[in-house]
C-alpha cells in the first residue's frame, strides 16, 4: 500500500521559516507528480507547489518568492521550504503523489499554523 508520510508542521510567527518533508513509499518510476496542497479554514483545498513528471515546478501565486519546493536525493522524497510566513498561510499541508495506475495518493495532512 501506498504511504506518504509527512513531517515538519508546527506553529510559527509571521516572518519566520518551516520547511515540510514527504517522503513516498512508491519508487520514483511510478510518480508522475508530486508537491504540496493546502486547506485553510472554510476554504477548498489548494496546490501551494508541485513538481510534475518532467521535473516542472508549480506554485500557487500566493507562495511565489516565498515558498520553494525541492527533491530529495532519492527523488521520492519532497520538501516545502516556507519562507516569510504570513497569517493566511496557516492550513492543513497535504502531501500528494500521482502515481502510474494507481492515481493520486494523499498523505494525512500537517498542520501549519502562522501567529501575527
Known amino acids: 500500500q501506498v504511504q506518504l508520510v509527512e513531517s515538519g508542521g508546527g506553529l510559527v510567527q509571521a516572518g519566520g521559516s518551516l520547511r515540510l518533508a514527504c517522503a513516498a513509499s512508491?519508487?520514483?518510476?511510478?510518480?508522475?507528480?508530486m508537491g504540496w496542497y493546502r486547506q485553510a479554514p472554510g476554504k477548498q483545498r489548494e496546490l501551494a507547489a508541485g513538481f510534475t513528471r518532467g521535473g516542472s515546478t508549480n506554485y500557487a501565486d500566493s507562495v511565489k518568492g516565498r515558498f520553494t519546493i525541492s527533491r530529495g536525493n532519492a527523488k521520492n522524497t519532497v520538501y516545502l521550504q516556507m519562507n516569510s510566513r504570513k497569517p493566511e498561510d496557516t492550513a492543513v499541508y497535504y502531501c500528494?503523489?500521482?502515481?502510474?495506475?494507481?492515481?493520486?495518493?494523499w498523505g494525512q495532512g500537517t498542520q501549519v499554523t502562522v501567529s501575527s
Open positions: 512508491e519508487s520514483i518510476f511510478t510518480i508522475k507528480a
Open positions: 500528494y503523489a500521482d502515481l502510474l495506475v494507481i492515481g493520486v495518493r
